[in-house]
């Protein structure tokens, strides 16, 4: 550069660096080697969305987990009415995911391994709340690659009470009261916030107490209200309960089928 | 490996010893690497198709936050002093809120918090590796380690990954030999060490209350309620932040976690004492 007075040096240098970062960042988008070819192989997409939503509930000394069993392709064409999206893990962890089932087969295959591993070395059954900690770190090692996958883990912790952990794509993890994921995420949390959580009830009104057989029966209006207002939600609610120092029982339901 | 334990070499005394020694060693830095995509996939564009806005809402990361820390001296003996660190609670997938009670301050040892904005699952992940850095480092070393080279680590392991996609900013605060600091690490690579500092969407909201009444030396109670006000007025005017406000104040022997506060309940709280509303309103 032949101007090194002042300002004009400074804008040249600043405009100069701008034009860098831009041819930069045009290269590195679009380099001349990419054949058309190689173009196509970036619109790469191993994702598919099978639809379906999944929600769970813990209370004192139970945790009910349920989801439907409707499995679609594009959200409009039903590939089968019974697909399963919940495991049960062990006596105490359940896990629901929803989203990519391909993805939510290998993802309980690998829990599962871990959990055989881990009752081998140590002798005994793997807690949740230590599950949950595995997940939550077995979704973040594909940060790169993510699981396509909403996944909830739900049991009944060491002290008998029931636990649900809550989970994004790549293992931001929360434990909650209640949970839901999937496509009608949007409409089953607002109703269980109201029921449950009490968000939208003025002080001083009675807020009725969470016992098992309430919350079943919410966890079952929640299901038959996003049926009727969700497209790819339906068929059946596989209904799996939990509670303390009881084995797991586990239900379908009938739900809509259109 | 997994579960050899000491009863394995109760046998041989040397081996014992020898065995002991081994597992105080540095250990490997990093012998394990993500599982990446398939060769001449670009992560970032990748990420942006599949889980960016036009994903499905329970497919996107959750982020979005109004996080603050900042250093104060105690105005009379009866004050503590040391560094109060405040954020919010609200998780969003775009527009969807998917939590309301996140903790967004996080534990790194027993005198050091580390806060979260960004992408949630990032900063809990590797707050935890930070941590376990820590807790390594003190067992190694047999002397507590500074708030300095905790989030040098820290920014150095999210300088490993820049350009990867990682959505980090944080504060790294905690009392130490030097008395209390503050970091601000980001996955840029920048670190550096502040007095006052504010991350997040809110962040330039909370500046404006900081900025506003921030004193050197304050009472605890000022303190405290100087961090509520700035989270209050940052949630007020940023829809990316809301629900609690979890409040930590560090002194300079203790941590001290206080209950959450419901921001809707501050903002009616905080307009009692001006006795009007929060919002500017021009009186004719």
Partial sequence: MACFNGITASADATNQMHS????????????????????????????????????????DNFAIVASDTRMTANDINILTRDAEKIQVLNDSIILTTSGFYGDVLQLTKVLQSRLHKYRFDYRADMSVDLCAELLSRNLYYRRFFPYYTGAILAGI????????????????????????????????????????????LDEGYEKPALTMERAISLMKDSFRGAAEREISTGDKIHLVIAEAGKPIVQKFLPLRED | MWGETFDDFENDEVEMVNAKKNLMIEPAHNDFTFQGLPLGIQPVDFMKTHFGATAGKSMQFRKGTTTLAFVYEPATPNDK????????????SGEYISSKSVMKILDIGDRMVATMAGGAADCQFWTRTVAK???LYELREKTNITVSAASKYFANVLYGYKGQGLSVGSMVAGYDKKGPQIFKVDSEGDRCSLKVCSVGSGSLNAYGILDNHFKPKMTDEEARKLGLRAIMHATYRDSGSGGVCNLCHITPTEKIRLPPMDVSKLWYEFAGEISRDIAYEPVE
């Fill in chain 1, 20 to 59: 860098f970062k831009q041819a930069m960042r045009e290269v590195s988008a679009k380099p001349d080697w990419l054949s058309a070819r190689h173009i196509e192989r970036q619109r790469w997409n191993p994702y598919s969305m099978e639809g379906g939503s999944t929600c769970a509930i813990s209370g």
């Fill in chain 2, 81 to 92: 002093g040391g560094i109060i660190v405040a954020v919010d609670s609200r998780a969003s």
């Fill in chain 1, 157 to 200: 912790d060491e002290h008998g009470k029931g636990a649900v952990f809550s989970y994004d794509p790549i293992g931001c993890i929360e434990r909650l009261g209640y949970s839901a994921s999937g496509a009608a995420e949007p409409m089953i949390i607002p109703f269980l916030d109201c029921q449950i959580g009490h968000v939208t």
């Fill in chain 2, 133 to 135: 850095y820590c807790t």
